[in-house]
């Protein structure tokens, strides 16, 4: 049975499998033609593996795989894979009996209409009109938050929770810890349950939806070749979806890009201009009454994406990605899997995020303590006023390095207070969306790319967000697009 299925390749790539073969002394779990075949496609773990047992034969193993490369025009990888689908339609052709069914051609009718750019876009925007701008924007962001904070937080467990530490906690300091302004309960829980949490969860759930359906991988192919453009593949909207939901775990996910170049540029524009789920569903709802700020928003983020993606893919060296990608067949949701799906991520909410919002509020409550963040604030008072905003958004800028969305949940605050016109409030959310990562991910941007990398991102996306915000003030302001 298992030599029914050997899979040989044209001349050349046996050939030189069979060289590669030659010098592979070292004992391996698999056999040394799949070795020589990982080798091949370029496998990086197996090149490391190889390297260290094969010692100076190595270096002519290298050879013969680079000699191979330049017989073809499209990746190594590309070409095996191509030969071993060949092989499977080969067998399915001989012993699957196909039927025709009218529910398959209406599957593959909008299979085909998703991928198709003309079709496909229309139908992206639907999704991302009604799945993030109504529900996780209007519902998440505007109705369930609306009820946790106002009639919640504000009306019941703060009053209680501050008379709670008035009448029990002699000392000053520790009430500050606990409740009035920068409190553990009062803002930090506040934030990530009464605030944060609709959103996320709303997002989980219209996220768990389009990833039940099978769409994902169809937007990976609509998208692929502007991906292409800044130096990524259409592999990388899985990476930049999840960002919506959570820039950290995002960043996590940017390993299985296939290159080090794309998982640089990848983690960048992460770092740069994606909202995680709880930035967008207060930016949205912030904007959600401003229709010409809003889009003044996701046209402004949108190109600084594109353009800050295809300049880092003409500076930085390397060749252009390759894709492919199996499609599987489009299907309802299951409400289980979504459930599931959704509880598991909402799970991983509170066990890794929720308590880096009780370390941001006991930061903030020692920065207050202290004056430092006072005297931080005053530090940045001239970078907003610099992007025309008022001194009150520089406390807002400096909840979203502790946490992007206390940044977004700053402004919303600057925003019910009526501190903020149109036209500030497009800028705030746009230079908050492009201002520096937040620590968790910072944190993760380290584990992932290094400490280099992730210092010299923040040190170009600092001051790049505010020389940004200046820029689209300064439009809005000479072409009177919003007042």
Known sequence: MLKSLNLTYDEIIENSINEIVKYLKAEYVLSKRSIALLLLQGD???????????????????????????????????????????KVEEITDKYVKKTDKSENNITDLLSRITMNPITGIPILLLVLYFGLYKFVG?????????????????????????????????WHWLQELIAREYGIVTLGIRYAVAIILPIVGSFFIAFSIIEDTGYLPRLALLVDRIFKKIGLNGRAVIPMTLGFGCDTMATMVSRTLETKRERVIATLLLALAIPCSAQLGVILALLSGQSVALVVWVVFVALVFLFIGFLT????????????????????????????????????????????FIVAS?????????????????????????????????EAFLFGFFRRDYGAAGLYDLQKAG????????????????????????????????????????????????????????????????P
């Open 313 to 356: 893919s003409k500076l930085m060296p390397g060749s252009k990605p390759s894709f492919y990608m199996e499609v599987p067949p489009l299907r309802l949701p299951k409400l289980s899997n979504v459930l599931v799906k959704t509880y598991t991520r909402i799970q991983w909410y509170f066990v890794e995020i929720l308590p880096l």
């Open 138 to 170: 209007e519902f998440g962001a505007g109705t369930i938050v609306d009820f946790l904070e106002a009639d919640i937080f504000e009306a019941y467990i703060n009053p209680w929770v501050n008379s709670l530490v008035t009448a029990y906690i002699p």
């Open 362 to 394: 006991v930061l903030i409550w020692f920065g207050n303590l202290t004056g430092l963040f006072d005297y931080v604030i005053s530090l940045m008072e001239p970078l907003v006023n610099f992007v025309g905003l008022p001194d009150e958004a520089a």
């Open 44 to 86: 990086t773990d197996m090149m490391e593996s190889v390297k260290k047992n094969e010692g100076s034969s190595f270096v002519k193993i290298s050879g013969i795989v680079n000699e191979v490369k330049k017989h073809y025009d499209k990746p190594l990888n590309y070409i095996v894979s191509l030969n071993r689908q060949k």
């Open 419 to 482: 501190a903020l016109s149109p036209r500030q409030l497009a800028v705030a959310a746009s230079t908050l969306t492009l201002f520096v990562p937040c620590i968790a991910q910072f944190s993760m941007t380290i584990k992932e790319r290094g400490t280099k990398a992730a210092i010299a991102m923040a040190a170009f996306i600092f001051p790049f967000a505010f020389v940004a915000g200046f820029v689209l003030n300064w439009v809005l302001v000479t072409f009177k697009v919003l």
